[in-house]
């Protein structure tokens, strides 16, 4: 059974830090690009960051470029996100997913074959 485990989601304020993990189990992690989306309320969930825990290709959204930093431990079968100046547009519920990787990302929902349960991130302002 393919497991992600997400963690690290918390209340902070504009401009502060929070670094999420996944932790993944059941999967052939390097076979994947394992990465996070976000779902604000009252909009449909969209792709922040996904790694390629091979190769360690990269695709950020536009919104969090310069701003998160995903990387990937295989050694443990994790995936932190460093979220930095963080936003009150930032404020969502972050999913850890993973799609079979083929050398092209695809950083949209319906494309997902794992999903972790979602943990909740408040930027105050």
């Known amino acids: 059974e393919v497991q992600l485990q997400a963690s690290g989601g918390g209340l902070v304020q504009t401009g502060g830090s929070l670094r999420l993990s996944c932790a993944a189990s059941?999967?052939?992690?390097?076979?994947?690009?394992i990465g996070w989306f976000r779902q604000a309320p009252g909009k449909e969930r969209e792709g922040v960051s996904l790694?390629?825990?091979?190769?360690?290709?990269?695709y950020y959204a536009d919104s969090v470029k310069g701003r998160f930093t995903i990387s990937a431990d295989s050694n443990k079968n994790t995936v932190d996100l460093q979220m930095t100046t963080l936003k009150p547009e930032d404020t969502a519920v972050y999913y850890c997913?993973?799609?079979?990787?083929?050398?092209?990302?695809?950083?949209?929902?319906?494309?997902?074959?794992?999903w972790g349960k979602g943990t909740l991130v408040t930027v105050s302002s």
């Open positions: 997913a993973a799609h079979r990787y083929g050398g092209v990302f695809l950083p949209w929902s319906s494309a997902m074959d794992y």
């Open positions: 790694i390629a825990t091979r190769t360690g290709k990269i």
């Open positions: 059941g999967l052939t992690f390097d076979a994947h690009a």
